[in-house]
């Protein structure tokens, strides 16, 4: 996996500060930034392997992330034709 970066390191920190201190607090929020914290540096580690996309390519990318619904309808929201 990629270096943390410092924004990870940060919430991270944060998020084990709180579960030490106020176990019972609710943490989904902080969880939920972390988690998405990491999904960017897989994202971008992975990204920075690949050949350059196409901008149909980027559309379809684009329209996952914006919409995860598409996925469930096979449908990425591009036309093909």
């Known amino acids: 996996m990629a270096a943390k970066t ?3 390191r940060v919430l991270s920190a944060r998020t ?3 579960k030490r201190h106020h176990p019972e607090a609710d943490h989904s929020g902080l969880e939920r930034d972390l ?3 990491r999904l960017e540096e897989h994202i971008r ?3 920075e392997t ?3 996309l196409t901008p149909e390519q980027r ?3 684009a329209v ?3 919409n ?3 996925r469930e309808h096979g449908n990425s929201g591009v036309d093909s034709g």
């Open 64 to 66: 996952l992330l914006a």
């Open 50 to 52: 690949w050949p350059a």
């Open 6 to 8: 410092p924004e990870h």
């Open 16 to 18: 084990a500060a709180l």
């Open 68 to 70: 995860p619904d598409m």
């Open 59 to 61: 559309a379809k990318l």
């Open 45 to 47: 580690a992975t990204v």
């Open 35 to 37: 988690r998405a914290a």
